[in-house]
């Protein structure tokens, strides 16, 4: 059970759009339609933002889109925004009540 | 609004035995469609899988931790615990609990209630 690669970075500018990809399996992200998304600011617990691959919780900004091509899912920010200069991490269902996340990627807002 | 808060020692000698308990509040631990994760954080790391539970007491652990992990639920007290024996300084790390949920009839398959957190030291 490897962790799922994200770019260890990812940088924009204020209104730009931006894009986190994650790539996984055929065990696990190819596998099935379940890779949630987790904003993840320093000393706070992790926030869902995106599930079940492309679903957005009540509450969070719909410039947050989720969307998944074989074995690589993808979080793309629209309109990119200083306040969403944190981590991100995805992760994936790996068979009943098992997960694997993603390595983490870090944005930056120039 | 269902709360989860976890709760043990901060520092835990190595080769010793780490023990957490997550306290579930407004919410019951036996609803049908849930499980019970534990997740941690090493410093400067990313997040990591560590294990699930059901309120009927089935388990899914981490294959890198399978050996060392026990995790438990006691739906008396509303609450599921966390044994990690033989610590090294390697299980240094914040500790997060949280509650897996799915769309029904669909399988849980996403984190959507986490706890606030707390780290744990391993060090002598």
């Known amino acids: 059970q490897s962790a799922l690669t994200q770019p260890a970075s990812v940088s924009g500018s204020p209104g730009q759009s931006i894009t986190i990809s994650c790539t996984g399996t055929s065990s696990d992200v190819g596998k099935y339609n379940f890779v949630s998304w987790y904003q993840k600011f320093p000393g706070k617990a992790p926030k869902l933002i995106i599930y079940e691959d492309i679903k957005r919780p009540s509450g969070v900004s719909d410039r947050f889109i989720g969307s998944k091509s074989g074995h690589t899912a993808s979080l793309t920010i629209f309109g990119l925004q200083a306040e969403d200069e944190t981590d991100y991490y995805c992760?994936?269902?790996?068979?009943?009540?098992?997960?694997?996340f993603g390595t983490g990627t870090k944005v930056t807002v120039l | 609004q269902l709360q989860l808060q976890e709760s043990g020692p901060g520092l835990v000698k190595p080769s010793e035995t780490l023990s957490l308990t997550c306290s579930v509040s407004a919410g019951s631990i036996s609803s049908n469609n849930l499980y019970w994760a534990w997740i941690r954080q090493p410093p400067g790391k990313a997040l990591e899988w560590i294990g699930s539970?059901?309120?009927?007491?089935?388990?899914y652990y981490n294959p890198s931790l399978k050996s060392r992990l026990t995790i438990s639920v006691d739906t008396s007290k509303n609450h599921f615990s966390l044994n990690l024996t033989s610590v090294t300084a390697a299980d240094t790390a914040v500790y997060f609990c949280a509650r897996v949920r799915g769309s029904i009839p669909v399988t849980p398959n996403w984190f959507d209630t986490w706890g606030q957190g707390t780290l744990v030291t391993v060090s002598s």
């Open positions: 539970i059901f309120f009927s007491g089935n388990t």
């Open positions: 992760c994936s269902f790996a068979g009943i009540g098992t997960f694997v």
